[in-house]
């Protein structure tokens, strides 16, 4: 059973940086299409930044410029850095890695 694993939330000012990583075991990352979502208070989970096995990212309109997201093939980590942050990300963040698995969730609040 792969059980990824989230860490690097946090409390922070608007305008800060945080980056997130999310590890797994077993070699999955390189296979498939690696994510991470966001929840909000009161809100549906979404979809922030996605990376293919080919490496292809996506983005967010909403983080498009802030955010970005990488992959550590041999660390078997994918990253989310974020940057410029804004009361508005604030939201437990959570991996999907090997097309599946979920994190637990990491707690990210941004202050004004």
């Known amino acids: 059973q792969v059980q990824p694993v989230e860490s690097g939330g946090g409390l922070v000012q608007a305008g800060g940086s945080l980056r997130l990583s999310c590890t797994a075991s077993?070699?999955?990352?390189?296979?498939?299409?690696n994510a991470w979502y966001r929840q909000a208070p009161g809100k549906e989970r979404e979809l922030v930044a996605s990376?293919?096995?080919?490496?292809?990212?996506w983005l967010a309109t909403s983080v498009k410029g802030r955010f970005t997201i990488a992959r550590d093939n041999a660390k078997n980590t994918v990253a989310l850095q974020m940057n410029s942050l804004a009361p508005e990300d604030t939201a437990v963040y959570y991996c999907?890695?090997?097309?599946?698995?979920w994190g637990q969730g990491t707690q990210v609040t941004v202050s004004s």
């Open positions: 990376i293919t096995s080919g490496g292809t990212t």
């Open positions: 999907r890695v090997g097309g599946k698995y």
């Open positions: 077993g070699n999955i990352f390189t296979r498939y299409t």
